[in-house]
């Protein structure tokens, strides 16, 4: 099936050069003195900011001489080529055992290379996330045995670690992804130390491995927002093993959602759609809620697909799971998010990648009516993305308007990827920049990037 022309907005990579700054407090002319040094080159800022805005490759010396200072041997330098040779977190590792040694050893690893692994890039392409997911869904968990060293962890201290859980979330979901990470991955190292070096029995075990699981899928997510694709890929392997290791079939699913939707911001469609189809093949027993949300990934994978069949199918088959659920459900508390505002919003892209935008600006409308304001992420999303359907249907003016009402509530709760959506809505606007209509949201928007 061919793509139709949809109302996504591109991902926005940033660049292994732009990292390595970061990390080392360097500015561009910080980076062109360091070439300038050995090589008695001139040193002009604007060769460093060409090397990462325009795709220019440094010279040989001018290579050798950063691989010096930062420590890169110079046979990494010819093997990986500018700019892979640039330091980061290393590979996202996923040959660990299904075993719960290898997924201490996996949830080890990401603790380890996560939050120096600050690049915009995918390190796992679709292929290596489909092969994981297929091993996820074949492998048998085995039991999780009790363990009898180190100091004893109760049910308590589990129920307060798990009590700690909704705060998370709500921090999350308020705060933004590059606000959030540090904190989760600290969780994160908490609940794998006392894997690790405590004693408790089976049951504490497995919820102690739920629990990981769930807080590598939330720094995964928090990773995502902020653009740091790699690092999220490496917390949604680990949380993927932990699920498994705990036999939580539906809450390893949540986590190949999240893997399909980053499949799908990268243009990787199929690769989304055989996630999203393992995720709800694989789930189990799950309540009607927790279903639809599930459906609602494939059903938006298929429209990035083209595939108007299987789409509306889908749609359907997931609203009536919706019209299913009721408050005596024993939903799992990371579907609490999923509330019928979410269903229509999720519907409203549906269509917009269908190039359905009239359907589609009907959703946006209700879901935004029906979403709380404390959702201001989510309603960055939407707003900007019910901006893009109005201008599709040839009213520029109040995309603009919804634009500068999207803008505050990202600067609110920080998000690339909205950052990314809210430019890519202003390219499409068919007016320039000298437009006084614009002029406004242009200078918004540079503060927004800045």
């Known amino acids: 099936m061919s793509r139709s022309t949809g109302l996504r907005a591109p991902v926005r990579l940033v660049h292994p050069l732009s990292v390595v700054r970061e990390e080392r407090g360097w500015t561009y002319q910080d980076v062109v003195d360091i070439v300038a040094k050995p090589t008695r080159r001139s040193a002009d800022r604007r060769k460093a900011w060409k090397w990462e805005h325009w795709g220019v490759e440094p010279d040989g010396e001018s290579q050798a001489a950063l691989a010096v200072e930062l420590g890169v041997p110079m046979d990494e330098v010819h093997r990986l080529g500018w700019p892979g040779w640039l330091p980061d977190g290393g590979p996202v590792r996923t040959g660990f055992p299904w075993t719960r040694a290898g997924t201490l050893q996996a949830l080890d690893d990401t603790l380890e290379h996560a939050m120096f692994d600050r690049r915009g890039f995918m390190k796992l392409g679709g292929g290596a996330l489909v092969t994981l997911a297929g091993q996820w869904l074949t492998q048998h968990p085995e039991p999780v045995a009790a363990a009898l060293a180190g100091g004893r962890i109760d049910a308590q201290l589990v129920a307060d670690l798990e009590d700690g859980l909704p705060r998370l979330r709500r921090l999350e979901a308020r ?34 491995l739920r629990l990981g699981a769930e807080l590598g899928r939330l720094a995964g997510w928090s990773s995502f927002d902020a653009g740091l694709h790699a690092a999220a890929q490496r917390y949604w392997a680990s949380g993927l093993r932990a699920a ?3 036999d939580d079939r539906a809450l390893g699913a949540n986590i190949l959602k999240s893997l399909s939707l ?15 189809a393992a995720a ?4 189990g027993e799950v309540t009607p809620r927790t279903l639809a949300m599930l459906l609602l990934r494939q059903a938006r994978a298929a429209a990035a ?41 999720q519907t409203a892209a549906c269509h917009a990648d ?15 009516d029906l ?3 404390t959702k201001r992420r989510d309603l960055a999303t939407y707003t900007v993305q019910n901006a893009r359907t109005h201008n599709a249907l040839g009213n520029a003016d109040h995309a603009v308007h919804l634009l500068e009402t999207a803008i505050p509530m990202i600067t609110a709760a920080p998000s690339q ?23 406004c949201l242009d200078q918004m928007l540079a503060k927004l990037a800045a």
């Open 262 to 276: 980053q499949c799908y911001d990268h243009g990787l469609f199929a690769d989304s759609h055989a996630l999203a």
């Open 280 to 283: 709800v093949d694989g789930a």
């Open 175 to 208: 705060l933004g992804g590059p606000r959030a990470r540090h904190l989760l991955d600290a969780e994160l190292d908490t609940v794998t130390g006392i894997l690790k070096e405590a004693s408790y029995t089976d049951e504490v075990g497995q919820r102690l």
């Open 305 to 345: 697909c083209g595939d108007r069949t299987e789409c509306d199918r889908l749609l359907s088959t997931a609203e009536t799971q919706m019209a299913r659920t009721n408050t005596g459900d024993d939903d799992p508390s990371w579907t609490g998010y999923f509330d019928t505002a979410e269903f229509h919003a």
């Open 417 to 439: 990827r909205n950052a990314a959506r809210a430019a890519a809505a202003r390219a499409e606007l068919p007016l320039t920049a000298k437009d006084p209509k614009v002029q």
């Open 354 to 368: 269908l190039g359905r935008p009239r359907l589609a600006q009907r959703h946006y409308t209700t879901a935004l």
């Open 371 to 373: 979403m709380p304001a």
């Open 244 to 246: 498994h290791t705990a």
